[in-house]
């Protein structure tokens, strides 16, 4: 049953680039385990293709407990995934959806029932230009994308329309799931400069809102600079921030 | 692709940040971003980057029979390209709007300018005369692509070299650059583009606009003009009404802005010549900074350690206080120099910060030959100093 986890182990932590292939022999596991059967989880960067796993990006291999394997790379470019939580600008509003960009391919749909307590006869107010903190419930390469503000419950569990005020701008994908793990130092380290509101969405847009144009533009530079820096020298930098401006 | 829209919190936010005069990098009102120049290892190859604007400027030449209504001179022809490599929202084989506007404008500044001596690429009066052919190449798009372009396209034709021809009766020997050197151009004077963008009717001016602020614009003034203060072009767009002194302050900046950029070219010139001469490595390779942190991690390198104690406590004995430590992750190569990449924006810090930051600009300009700057933050006017002197250098 460790045969298939054998084949990664050499590599984690380390770069891979796209057709690294890891190979294990199906056979030998299903003669091994009259125990259930053994299975991983290939997150985004790797493809199984017959008894071997293809790399098709380029970046660390990274692996959790117990089974999940994926790619940690750089990119900027979003593509839709499936129950992912993005910032969406509303384009065009067009009988009863919206068209909402969230920096992919394509733009995605939004219906107007798709937000808490909304009916056919009480319509959400969203114009042209509003941003939107909406999840995708459909997300797959041969159809339009689909966003929803509600949660399975019928909730708005803090989806909706946001954004009265306040900076949007745009990051690397890989930054973003950086401010986006749980207990992220950066977001703390940020904390402590000054207060202010702050919407991530995995599309790798971020928005944010502080108590003056100023500050605003400081926490927007901060988190834009932060992309290419040691924890050291963001330190070093976000106490200089702190000294400097208060 | 479509291009992304722009969301009303994003024009709220730009506008008010505009009244308060306070602009998303943290620039002043007229001030430029690091504009860099590198030159490739073949001749007539230039790549500038203003921010994050990345324009690659390539001259080539070919004989041709003229004009008719110009049998004696030389043809220059530019052709700019807006790939989608540069923004998603741009097409390619597509004539947008913007391609246009920006091709006209970059054929009004250099050709109808007559910065190039036409007359000199005639070969053969009527039968042959040299086409100069600048492609430019729109690489990043982050704003302000006009300026950025004339100043690759200027850049570019004064770096170009053609070969040399002899005529013998009505043959023509076109030399390789092995057999005999190649000719330079000869180039007048430089004219070079600067923008403005109008905001609310006119009442707010910002130079160097970028992507987001060229988005919520109203209007937009290209004005093209030389280091002797002649304004080769001017062109307003976007419908907006100025008044008089409005245009005549922006001539003003632009003088102070062409004088700054054409320095910052010859000085370029002059760099990438002498390491030609002598034998030196030259070329984008060169000019690319490297060991710049891109990654969050580094491993660590082996080191001796074994009499490093004596040593560093030797050193600390003689040396003096030591000097301020500038925070910045930036290691220039050898090559090209760049200044304001990576180091943190200087918002909302004291003045003196960044006086400090600006110290150490000059001193690695100092150290390193091969450096071209533009400070961007110089608000006072700068006045040229042997102005004629310079002019004929260019001239040569």
Redesign the interface.
Known sequence: MNAIHSCFKAQIGEVVLPGDVFQFDVSSVEEDSNIKSEKIVCGPGLRRNGDEILVYKSGILRHKQPSMYWIDSQQKRYVPVKGESVIGIVTAKSGDIFKVDVGGSEQASLSYLAFEGATKRNRPNVQVGDLVYAQFIIANKDMEPELVCIDSCGRANGMGVFGAGGFLFKVSLGLVRRLLAPQSEMVKDLEKIFPFEMVVGLNGRVWVKAKSVQQTLIIANLLESCENMTAQQRRALFKRVAEGAL | ??E??????????LL??IQ?K?R???RQTYDYRNIKISFGTDYGCCTVTLGKTRVLAQVSCELVPPKDSRPTEGIMFFNLELSPMASPGFQSNRQSELLVTLNRQLERCLRNSRCIDTESLCVISGEKVWQIRVDVHVLNHDGNLMDAASVAAISALCHFKRPEVAIQGRDVTVFSPEERDPVPLSVYHMPICVSFAFFQQGSYLLVDPCEKEELVMDGLLVLAMNKHREICSIQSSGGIMLLKDQVLRCSKIASVKVSEITELITKALENDRRARKEGGKFGFAESIAKER?????REEAPLDTTDIQATADGIISKADAPPEVV?S?VIVATGTGQVGE?L??T????ED?EEEEMADVTERKTKEDEVMVLSDSEEEEVVILNQDGRSKRSQR
């Open positions: 692709m479509r992304t829209p722009l969301s009303n919190c994003e024009r709220d936010f008010k940040g308060e306070k998303l990098d943290g942190i891109t990654v969050l991690t925070p992750p990576g943190e924006n918002w909302g810090l004291e910060d």
